[in-house]
């Protein structure tokens, strides 16, 4: 199986017609995913046309749900709006919303979160590079590419991967495939300090998954997310689990990279955080280059397949 989305998950872009978000749909489409309109405020009845493909446009996501059956909505919408454009996704009552915006003012994010209480749709990000599940043709096609993820680098198997960084998230990826271990679902959750989905919500999927043999878990400084996945870890899940945590040298007090990369509090140290994964019989990855090897140190001393 897979986790949030399924190789047949039919989903829309918010923003199809901007440069970002019509260039990424390309991508989807050339890897065989589910991409079935897209959404752009007063450009309803238009068609993006790239290839053979033919995807409509609608002016509203309730417009493109109704007419398509989508599921699934990914926001390439400006920071100002892209807010309202997440919340236009919930009240059109929408299983998942993947936000790849990057600068969404905090306030906004906060009110999108208080919206959303009680209500089914789940947030991906914003500030994330999305979530893959590979196929199983030639370089993984067929499968379901939502965002801005390298598709050609995945390999459909058994690992599950979530990441706050989109880069440590293709480097951990192209690790695997190279070492012909696939993964279920990547999954990258962003690194905004409001966000939706947390490490914890995400390998308590990768937990119930049948199918994910073992995980990658990639964090940074800030915040203590890691640590509070970590825990649960230790007390609930048996599978492998490899980590690798960024910003050991960076200084306290100043924002590395993402914005929640910043160091408050006695958690939120890379040095902490570390040593919480060891106290949880996490493997650690010393390096960023170690993060499939890691992994398959864990699976080796648990007597697990990955492959």
């Not at 398509?68 to 100002?80: I, L, M």
């Not at 192209?174 to 995400?202: E, F, R």
């Not at 040593?275 to 090897?293: H, L, Q, R, W, Y």
Request: charged content about 20%.
């Amino acid at each position: 199986m897979s986790i949030l989305v399924q190789p047949n998950t039919k989903f829309i872009v918010q923003g199809i017609t901007g440069d970002f978000g019509g260039r990424h749909a390309k991508l989807s489409l050339d890897y065989g995913s589910g991409l079935v309109a897209g959404v752009t405020p007063g450009k309803g009845g238009l068609t993006f046309e790239y290839s053979t493909y033919r995807v409509p446009i609608f002016n509203t996501v309730r417009e493109a749900v109704a007419a398509t059956g989508a599921t699934v909505s990914v926001v390439f919408v400006p920071p100002p709006f892209a807010g309202d454009a997440i919340l236009e996704a919930v009240d059109a009552d929408l299983d998942l919303v993947v936000a790849i915006t990057e600068g969404i003012p905090v306030r906004d994010m906060v009110r999108v979160k208080q919206a959303m209480q009680g209500r089914k749709t789940r947030l991906l990000g914003p500030n994330c590079p999305g979530i893959v599940t590979p196929g199983i043709g030639e370089n993984s096609k067929g499968g379901c590419r939502i965002g801005i993820s390298p598709g050609y680098i995945h390999k459909k198997g058994h690992v599950g991967v979530v990441s706050r960084s989109g880069t440590l998230t293709y480097e951990a990826v192209y690790q695997l495939t190279v070492k012909n271990i696939g993964q279920t679902t990547c999954v990258g959750i962003g690194g905004d300090p409001v966000n939706g989905t947390s490490h914890l919500d995400v390998i308590k999927l990768f937990n119930a998954d049948p199918e994910t043999h073992g995980i990658i878990l990639i964090g940074e400084i800030g915040g203590n997310a890691e640590v509070e996945a970590a825990r649960w870890i230790k007390a609930n899940c048996k599978k492998p689990v490899a980590g690798f945590i960024a910003g050991a040298t960076a200084p306290a007090g100043r924002r590395m990279g993402h914005a929640g990369a910043i160091v408050g509090g006695a958690e939120d140290t890379a040095a902490a955080k570390i040593a919480v994964f060891k106290e949880c019989g996490i493997e650690i990855a010393t390096t960023p280059s170690d993060m499939a090897d890691a992994l398959v140190r864990a699976a080796k001393a648990k007597g697990v397949t990955l492959s």
